[in-house]
């Protein structure tokens, strides 16, 4: 490793701390609560939202896939990409404040609209993030990288430490790994943003609620697949 990976080395062994840190009590006495509620929600009803947004997620892929451009970064040093990257981080975090601050401030209609629309940005980001660091989202296992970082990102403790897991040791795992659990995907994210998603409803705050959610959750999202990414490339270099 270089000093610029050493450095690297460094913050991403500070994520990973950070991530398996326990969450704070009122985290931990939301997720509870919602746990309460899917258990009374019928088997139905999470059959259907588990389709519904694994279709959603399915098209979003595909649609990012045929956007993104996969030499952005070809020859570039980790440095170089990262700079790249925390470039397209803040670009998308405006674009995410534009978008909840727009279905924000149209009430209900437009507020149901913004899951959508988040969804793609979100995806189309890490399809972008995936071409920089040099992975090639035509290949099958990528684009299940690329869910298993948003599904890391947005998840309760358990889920975000298996998560981290599956990531740390993704050469292995993905030989193993045929399918995304699509209902444990759905409902996670689910839970993850159902609070400040409902308060983007409430008139008179839905604008402002909006776009300091999509930042956030943007931020998020970012942080999470710069240093799942750095952490694979990380793997492969020499040691000193």
Avoid: C
């Avoid at 931990?28 to 519904?52: F, L, Y």
């Avoid at 690329?146 to 795992?173: C, G, K, P």
């Avoid at 308060?199 to 943007?218: D, E, K, S």
Wanted: net charge neutral.
């Amino acid at each position: 490793m270089n000093d610029y990976e050493l450095k690297v080395y460094d913050e991403v062994q500070d994520w990973k701390r950070k991530l398996i840190r326990r969450s704070g009590m009122m985290n931990r006495i939301s997720k509870k609560a919602q746990g309460k509620i899917n258990e009374i929600i019928p088997e139905k009803v999470h059959e259907v939202m588990t389709d519904s947004i694994k279709t959603m997620v399915k098209a979003t892929l595909f649609g990012s896939q045929m956007t993104t451009n996969r030499n952005a970064a070809e020859g570039l040093t980790l440095e170089e990409r990262d700079e790249l990257v925390r470039k397209k981080i803040s670009t998308y975090q405006k674009t995410a404040m534009v978008e909840g601050a727009g279905t924000g401030a149209g009430g209900i209609l437009l507020g149901l609209a913004d899951f959508p629309l988040l969804l793609t940005i979100k995806m189309k980001f890490l399809f972008d993030a995936a071409s920089v660091y040099g992975f090639n989202t035509k290949e099958y296992e990528e684009r299940l990288f690329i869910l298993h970082v948003f599904q890391l990102a947005f998840s309760s403790d358990e889920i975000r430490r298996n998560t981290l897991s599956e990531i740390e040791n993704w050469e292995e795992r993905k030989q193993v790994l045929v399918e995304m659990d699509w209902r444990k995907f759905q409902q996670e994210y689910r839970d993850y943003i159902d609070f400040v998603k409902m308060l983007q409803l409430v008139p008179g705050i839905g604008a402002f609620v909006g776009a300091y959610a999509n930042n956030n959750l943007m931020k998020t999202l970012g942080e999470t697949a710069m240093n799942a990414y750095r952490l694979r490339i990380l793997q492969k270099a020499p040691e000193l």
